[in-house]
């Protein structure tokens, strides 16, 4: 069977189904500095140091951990799509590779929210869906995304359900390598719904 990005799309949607909520529901943590990711993730139970290395930036900050470097371009939000009361959320990044390997990474698994009030959002895929009709196919980039050898990804990744009541918020991003469960550093960067800008005309159909 060829894999292609509809193929990727239909197992985010598998791996998704059991953790899927609506916006308006709410997975609350006591601390949002040690996030507890749900079963959907991919990652061990018995992980104690998740997140522990926490490197935090700014919007168009360049960070780096684990040979990755990361910057968080834009948030960006179609207008005028709704569901439920969330807007659909997406990230313009640049993920540099600094080692001699390629890997892939996820949205689902490498990327979250948090809100000031501890909600934890994780990938919809519904907004995958909607993204890959509605983007072109060299802006947005649907799971699982490559990261090349000695090599730099440039796109637009998601998406995510975001209540567009909300004010603040943190975009979280564990450059795990070729680990998918090497989750002890984690790029934090606090934003505002003000961040949200809508995507350039040049990226959608």
């Known amino acids: 069977m060829k894999f292609n990005r509809f193929t990727a799309l239909a197992l985010t949607a598998i791996m998704s189904a059991s953790a899927a909520v609506s916006c308006g529901e709410k997975k609350i943590i006591s601390d949002s500095s040690s996030i507890t990711p749900d079963s959907s993730q991919i990652i061990m139970d018995d992980e104690e140091h998740l997140g522990e290395n926490k490197i935090k930036a700014d919007l168009l900050e360049t960070v780096s951990a684990n040979d990755t470097v990361f910057t968080l371009n834009s948030v960006i939000s179609p207008e005028n799509v709704e569901d439920e009361g969330c807007r ?4 313009d990044v640049n993920i540099k590779n600094n080692s001699d390997s390629a890997y892939t990474l996820s949205t689902l698994n490498n990327f979250y929210i948090i809100t000031e009030d501890g909600t934890e959002i994780f990938s919809d895929i519904r907004t995958q869906l909607y993204a890959v009709s509605n983007f072109k196919e060299n802006s947005f980039f ?28 943190t975009v979280g991003f564990y450059p795990t390598k070729d680990s998918p469960r090497d989750k002890d550093d984690v790029m934090v960067i606090d934003l505002t719904s003000d961040n949200i800008k809508a995507p350039d005309a040049s990226v959608m159909k």
């Open 88 to 91: 659909y959320v997406y990230f």
């Open 142 to 169: 649907s799971d699982p995304f490559e990261i090349p050898a000695n090599g730099e990804f440039k796109g637009i990744i998601g998406g995510f359900l975001l209540n567009k009541n909300v004010k603040k918020f």
